[in-house]
């Protein structure tokens, strides 16, 4: 059974640092693309980061560029998404998902109808970005 757990959300003031980790059981994640989202209140889910299974290939989404960070360590089979320069307007539920597709070339779509092409989620972490 595969299990995501992302850790490290968390309430700091704007302008602030914040790493989100997420952490993995019954998959081995260096074989597949993951993605950081993000769900605000009376939201759609959004990407905000993706990294390929190599690590070699990272997306922002543009509300994030330049401010946050996505990686990974596939020795402790984690990703995590280091997030500076925080607005108010990050504050959401932030998931990490994993690709269904073993080793895919590139990365998964950004769009929102390409959500599906995330097979494995996370329950979640709150981060609020205060003003």
């Known amino acids: 059974q595969v299990q995501l757990v992302e850790s490290g959300g968390g309430l700091v003031q704007a302008g602030g640092s914040l790493r989100l980790s997420c952490a993995a059981s019954?998959?081995?994640?260096?074989?597949?693309?993951m993605g950081w989202f993000r769900q605000a209140p009376g939201k759609e889910r959004e990407l905000v980061a993706a990294?390929?299974?190599?690590?070699?290939?990272?997306y922002y989404a543009d509300f994030v560029k330049l401010r946050f960070t996505i990686s990974r360590d596939n020795a402790k089979n984690t990703v995590s998404l280091q997030m500076n320069s925080l607005k108010p307007e990050d504050t959401a539920i932030y998931y990490c998902a994993s690709d269904r597709v073993y080793r895919r070339t590139g990365l998964p779509g950004s769009r929102s109808e390409n959500v599906g092409e995330y097979g494995y989620w996370g329950q979640g972490t709150q981060v609020t970005v205060s003003s």
């Open positions: 990294i390929s299974w190599s690590g070699s290939m990272t």
């Open positions: 019954g998959r081995t994640l260096s074989n597949y693309a």
